[in-house]
């Protein structure tokens, strides 16, 4: 069966320090793979998708980039985090039919 | 043309009570429509999902009616329990046979059932 993992489960990080989030999923190949944000009580935004090793698109212009550099490894980084970075991040996955499975996500606050 | 509405934003039902939760949608080529439940501190899980060939797809206590010509489809918890409660998105994809797998979620219904 599939397993999706995220790690670090939650993250305090000062403003303008660097971010490393990452996500595994384990019992599939080539998956689709996913990175969204969740603000505080309010809905999913997606960030990034991935169809393929190296293969990245960013849906909203921001402080975050995203990297896959193995089949089942994506990973969400920051060069300077903003105090606007703090949220829930969630990483996905699918492989058929739009159907996309999440992790257990990332708590992150940026203080 | 690439939302999804959902409503309410909050819903208070007693237990053993019917939840009902709308989403509507204007592009016609979304052919996948999902529900997700989270609970707090969770990642999202899938629900269930309906295709727009079928009117209505049910799932033990849960429901999905689909209205194709309104673009709407709602979700429907039958006896409501305190387990049940937890946010609910909808959501949509036009990308069902497709390569991305992209879906458009609506903002979500925090449903509180009480006991």
């Known amino acids: 069966s599939q397993t999706i993992h995220q790690w670090p489960a939650t993250l305090v990080q000062p403003v303008g320090s660097p971010l490393s989030l990452e996500c595994t999923v384990e019992?599939?190949?080539?998956?689709?793979l996913y990175w969204y944000r969740q603000a505080a009580g309010r809905g999913l935004q997606l960030l990034f998708y991935s169809v393929g090793i190296g293969q990245i698109s960013s849906e909203v212009p921001q402080n975050l980039s995203a990297s896959r550099p193995q089949d089942r490894q994506f990973i969400l980084s920051s060069k300077k985090l903003l105090l606007s970075d703090s949220g829930f991040y969630l990483c996905?996955?699918?492989?058929?039919?739009?159907?996309?499975?999440f992790g257990p996500g990332t708590r992150l606050t940026v203080l | 043309q690439q939302q999804v509405k959902q409503s309410p934003q909050s819903l208070i039902v007693q237990k053993g009570g019917i939840s009902i939760i709308n989403c509507a949608y204007e592009n016609t080529a979304f052919d996948y429509f999902p529900w997700y439940q989270q609970f707090p501190g969770k990642g999202p899980a899938l629900l269930i999902a309906i295709r727009p060939d079928v009117s209505e797809k049910k799932e033990g206590r849960f429901t999905i009616s689909f209205n194709k010509s309104a673009k709407q489809f709602s979700l429907h918890i039958m006896d409501s329990q305190p387990g049940d409660s937890a946010t609910y998105f909808c959501a949509a994809s036009s990308d069902y046979g497709g390569s991305q797998g992209n879906l458009i979620f609506g903002k979500g219904t925090k449903l509180s059932v009480k006991p």
């Open positions: 996905a996955w699918s492989v058929y039919f739009a159907t996309q499975y």
């Open positions: 019992g599939t190949s080539n998956p689709n």
